[in-house]
């Protein structure tokens, strides 16, 4: 699927830069961004960080590290708690970015099943990640 408006392509990329600057986790390089009207709003990284937000939401007890996802979630409801009205408006974006022999690519970043559940308590319906083809898929 498609992303057709220009800022969402150029959120995409920026996202693709901000995930090759981020600390790896287990070779993971993922960004997370929320568009709002066509502005991106907050971003999160996958971290070695536990958090009791992703606790919460996390596929099994022991992963309680933030995937960029949640981290984003939690950056957005932190700079503006309002926002929580205003993110079944969203649209998430998740863009994992890898290495190969030629350089940086886009990867598979769909969402984990924990993440997915808070997708779904947030009610964000529009959510799209990379693939390995370097296309967008929808979730």
Known sequence: M?????????????????AQKSEPVRNARICAGLLYKGELIATGFNRLKSHPFQKRFGKNEDAIFLHAEIDCFINALGSDPGILRDL???????????RNPAGWCKGLAKPCSGCQRAIAHFGINRVYYTSDEETLECL
């Open 2 to 18: 498609e992303l057709r408006e220009r800022k969402s392509h150029l959120a995409v990329e920026y996202l693709f830069q901000q």
């Open 88 to 98: 079944p408006k969203c649209t998430l974006l998740v863009v994992r970015s890898k």
